[in-house]
């Protein structure tokens, strides 16, 4: 029997498995993965991969990144939340944070790596606006697994590896991050490329939902409220599925998490439909300007313009699903967010981590939660000044850099010539 099968969340019918991330019927629909461990089990295996019989992969990699789920003091105390609970996504080894590259994109890049071994022998291609990307190298760093990468130039000075990389191509495009994802399908148009998927792939998924998992393994129980700030949104996806197998086992609770997620003014499409309770995205209402926008907020890794919003099993689905709701946050409450998370709790976070902490502080001052209930924070980033006493880090530059809007075509003969011999 398998360990997993995989199924369209719109007609149902299950899917065969080869690195599948669509249905075959062609429907608009996310897959998902259905395990035949009904209960969680967990492993004797390192990191992430203690939760492997959830995960949508038969074997697993002998490193120790993983989440980290911790009851806070200091910051519940300021905030008068009695059962804070914290989900670091970081370097933080005090607290026992393995994730050198200090983003929980690299629990999406552990399981899709085991994946992609087992079901194709393409190339993985990854769009990043810098987080995934540099999580994508690392792992690619520790077990040769070769990828192409592809990121807006401005995310060029986040790409680095505490480990040499001799297996991995770098594309900058000059745009934003959806620019990146564009050019990453027209890549995955030549031959010997696959899509890596993003919110389409089980693996990224149900890896991110790994914080869900390890937070009600500390906790005892499922917490009531889920705190994430999003950029697509997968992560609040992730959580929603995993709490919806957790109920199935019936160990940890029958009521989901209510999801609260967050994006960063000026740009919050997200917000701005779903507090109209619309299930599509309208662009000239809910990201007029969008470039102009993307350009001012406080954390860029948030600024998707083709978020799973709509589509069947994704973030609209979640959020009524689960009673949810979202904020829009200023870069004046992020920065003060993640001052006082640092002062506090005693490591700096990412830009995307103090948003999802400033929306914590709204929702506690603007009365959206019982503050006596369970609160789990998803910090899906932090320890970059911890890991650099730890490690040194190596610079990854790109091997071509074009402009938005850019084909395949203008650079195939190189990137295929790159990849045979160096990829």
């Known amino acids: 029997m398998s360990a997993y099968t995989l199924h369209c969340v719109l007609c149902g019918e299950e899917v065969a498995e080869h690195y599948t991330t669509a249905c075959p019927q062609g429907h608009p629909s996310l897959l998902r993965a259905d395990y035949a461990e009904r209960q969680l089990n967990l492993k004797n295996a390192p990191g992430i991969f203690r939760f492997s019989s959830w995960l949508p992969i038969h074997g697993t990699l002998p490193i120790d990144a993983g989440p980290v789920c911790y009851k806070s003091e200091a910051l519940a105390r300021v905030l008068n939340l009695p059962n804070l609970f914290i989900g670091f996504?970081?370097?933080?080894?005090?607290?026992?944070?393995?994730?050198?590259?200090?983003?929980?994109?690299?629990?999406?890049?552990?399981?899709?790596?085991?994946?992609?071994?087992?079901?194709?022998?393409?190339?993985?291609?990854?769009?990043?606006?810098?987080?995934?990307?540099?999580?994508?190298?690392?792992?690619?760093?520790?077990?040769?697994?070769?990828?192409?990468?592809?990121?807006?130039?401005?995310?060029?000075?986040?790409?680095?590896?505490?480990?040499?990389?001799?297996?991995?191509?770098?594309?900058?495009?000059?745009?934003?991050?959806?620019?990146?994802?564009?050019?990453?399908?027209?890549?995955?148009?030549?031959?010997?490329?696959?899509?890596?998927?993003?919110?389409?792939?089980?693996?990224?998924?149900?890896?991110?939902?790994?914080?869900?998992?390890?937070?009600?393994?500390?906790?005892?129980?499922?917490?009531?409220?889920?705190?994430?700030?999003?950029?697509?949104?997968t992560g609040g996806i992730a959580a929603w599925e995993a709490a919806v197998r957790l109920r199935a086992d019936g160990r940890f609770g029958t009521a989901l998490p209510s999801l609260h997620l967050s994006q960063n003014l000026p740009f919050v499409p997200m917000v701005s439909a779903w507090n109209e309770r619309r299930r599509n995205l309208i662009a000239e209402t809910d990201m007029p300007d969008a470039p102009a926008a993307i350009s001012r907020v406080f954390s860029d890794v948030l600024t998707n313009r083709e978020p799973p919003y709509a589509i069947p099993g994704g973030v609209f689905d979640a959020m009524s699903a689960t009673d949810g709701r979202m904020y829009a946050v200023t870069n004046e409450e992020a920065r003060?967010?993640?001052?006082?998370?640092?002062?506090?709790?005693?490591?700096?976070?990412?830009?995307?981590?103090?948003?999802?902490?400033?929306?914590?502080?709204?929702?506690?001052?603007?009365?959206?939660?019982?503050?006596?209930?369970?609160?789990?924070?998803?910090?899906?980033?932090?320890?970059?000044?911890?890991?650099?006493?730890?490690?040194?880090?190596?610079?990854?530059?790109?091997?071509?850099?074009?402009?938005?809007?850019?084909?395949?075509?203008?650079?195939?003969?190189?990137?295929?010539?790159?990849?045979?011999?160096?990829?």
């Open 336 to 423: 003060a967010a993640g001052t006082l998370y640092t002062e506090l709790e005693g490591i700096d976070l990412d830009p995307a981590a103090a948003v999802c902490t400033a929306s914590l502080i709204r929702a506690c001052e603007n009365g959206s939660i019982d503050k006596n209930r369970t609160v789990l924070l998803n910090i899906t980033g932090g320890g970059y000044e911890r890991v650099r006493e730890d490690h040194a880090l190596i610079p990854l530059h790109p091997a071509f850099s074009v402009p938005a809007g850019s084909t395949a075509v203008q650079v195939a003969k190189e990137l295929l010539e790159m990849v045979k011999t160096h990829v």
């Open 89 to 233: 996504n970081g370097y933080w080894p005090e607290r026992g944070g393995t994730i050198s590259t200090c983003s929980f994109k690299e629990l999406e890049a552990l399981p899709t790596m085991v994946r992609a071994q087992e079901n194709t022998t393409k190339t993985l291609v990854i769009a990043s606006a810098g987080n995934t990307a540099r999580a994508f190298l690392q792992v690619s760093a520790l077990t040769g697994v070769p990828v192409v990468v592809v990121v807006p130039d401005k995310a060029i000075p986040r790409l680095w590896t505490t480990v040499p990389v001799d297996k991995a191509c770098v594309i900058a495009v000059q745009g934003d991050y959806t620019d990146a994802i564009r050019f990453s399908r027209e890549v995955c148009s030549l031959p010997g490329f696959i899509e890596e998927g993003g919110a389409r792939n089980v693996a990224r998924r149900d890896g991110m939902g790994t914080v869900m998992l390890d937070a009600a393994v500390t906790i005892g129980r499922m917490p009531d409220y889920y705190f994430q700030a999003i950029g697509s949104g």
